[in-house]
């Protein structure tokens, strides 16, 4: 079993999913706000503004969004210099504006922030950095340089100094602190939503396999009885057509094809998956499914089952699902990456519960790690160090999280530890996790109440 690399989206390549539309739209409105702004100021409380140049100013803003209109279509992309530029220029736009009417004495220059964090959450790190840069130069500019805010009767509005130099220093580490803010939970989102994916991905994988197996069960079925009658025939017609050479050559080859056909359809059907009888299997089977592909990769895999308290006589059956197979199957594929020697899959069941405990004799997690485990694409090793360690597999340590989810997903609860931390019971010194069911959701119903299952249905899409 081979896994694909599945790496994070770059800010980069997330900055190229914008469309110029959306730009557009945005700027639209900051047009019909500035313009607001600026008559509530002029005609409700007279302030004495440079209309000209402040119209100059939201002008400029018309005219690049009716160029982009007519120019470029709808559905335009825009890549990550492109949208830098576009985010500046409304970055300069606004500072041009806040310097025609009063610099930091115009509460209205919060608005800074918007443009910054716009750059956080969609650009890359370099782009935002960069235009977190200009922010603050702008602000330092327009602290000390600045057209004054006067009235009809021309009085000169403006805060005291002390008030400005705080205005700075509150719009300074409002620009760092809204940047790194959006840009660390935007970050931990997109991660979150590669990582699903991937999960997904993994799902929808094992589902077509399974359904590939239930397809080949169903024809090695199928085509058992008339495969079986028409050997029987040719067997027959040989036996009558002795006299007649050739004719027996013909009944011999037919014989032999269909015994070719049985054997092809019986190598087949050890994959089949979906008759209705093999919907559910011993919690054995499922396990031993699971761990099966990691079995001759030259470490001891070693299968237990242990009786828990008050036990039933008989092990438990469940669900053959693809995120209860899938999931287990990582698991168990870490333990064996990272084992000296030996690794053990144990399986405990009893009337409430079904527990399964996945070690191996390695080093274990990291103490520093061990409560993050499960996180997406979270990586503790260098790249080198991880190709010694697993060289049949790379990743960015999604391994756990599509396991953690799958299996999260079917009813279980997962706990990591290590196992010199556990009691003398367990036999491995590193890794240990522990994947727990409530029995009532591994089997919603007793043996007694499913009833009969009737004939397989034909598979359609």
Not at 18 to 37: D, F, K, N, S, Y
Not at 234 to 244: A, G, I, M, P
């Amino acid at each position: 079993m081979t896994q694909a690399t599945i790496r994070p989206l770059s800010g980069r390549t997330r900055a190229n999913w914008i469309r110029l539309r959306t730009m557009i739209v945005l700027r639209w409105v900051a047009i019909i706000g500035q313009l607001i702004a600026i008559s509530v100021a002029q005609m409700i409380y007279g302030l004495q503004l440079e209309l000209g140049l402040c119209y100059l100013a939201i002008g400029a803003s018309v005219i690049a969004n009716l160029v982009a209109t007519f120019i470029f279509p709808e559905n335009k992309r825009l890549s990550e210099f492109e949208n830098l530029w576009m985010i500046t220029f409304d970055l300069m736009q606004i500072a041009f504006l806040l310097f025609l009417t009063g610099g930091l004495n115009n509460p209205f220059a919060l608005l800074l922030l918007g443009p910054v964090t716009i750059s956080a959450a969609a650009l890359s790190l370099r782009s935002t950095v960069v235009l977190c840069t200009t922010a603050i130069f702008v602000v330092t500019v327009l602290s000390a340089y600045h057209l004054p805010l006067m009235t009809q009767d021309g009085d000169v509005l403006q805060i005291p100094r002390l008030f400005i130099f705080g205005q700075w220093t509150a719009l300074v580490i409002a620009i760092v602190f809204t940047s790194a803010y959006s840009r660390r939970v935007t970050s931990e989102v997109h991660s979150m939503s590669d990582a699903l994916a991937a999960t997904q991905m993994a799902l929808a994988r094992e589902q077509k396999l399974t359904d590939l197996g239930g397809v080949v069960a169903a024809a090695a079925h199928e085509l058992g009885t008339p495969l079986a009658t028409i050997k029987l025939a040719s067997s027959e017609l040989l036996n009558d057509l002795k006299d007649y050479p050739d004719m027996a050559e013909d009944a011999a080859l037919i014989h032999e094809q269909a015994d070719r056909c049985r054997d092809i359809l019986r190598n087949m059907g050890r994959a089949g998956k979906d008759d209705l009888h093999l919907r559910t299997a011993p919690l054995e089977a499922i396990i031993f499914e699971s761990a099966e592909p990691h079995m001759s990769r030259g470490k001891d895999l070693i299968l237990t089952q242990k009786q828990g308290p008050e036990m039933r006589k008989s092990q438990p059956m469940i669900p053959r699902k693809p995120e209860i197979i899938h999931g287990l199957r990582n698991l168990i594929q870490n333990a064996v990456d990272f084992a000296r020697t030996t690794a053990w899959v144990e399986s405990v069941w009893s009337d409430d519960t079904v527990s399964i405990r996945i070690m191996d004799d390695g080093t274990g997690f990291p103490a520093h790690i061990l409560g993050r485990i499960g996180d997406p694409f979270m990586r503790d090793r260098t790249q080198s160090q991880a190709t010694v360690m697993r060289p049949d597999y790379e990743g960015m340590g999604l391994g756990l999280f599509i396991a953690k989810t799958l299996l999260e997903r079917s009813g279980a609860q997962l706990r990591f530890a290590n196992g010199r931390h556990r009691d003398s019971r367990t036999p491995a010194s590193g890794a240990v996790i522990e994947v727990v069911w409530p029995r009532a959701a591994l089997e919603p119903q007793p043996p007694h109440e499913t009833g009969k299952m009737g004939e397989n249905q034909q598979i359609t899409e």
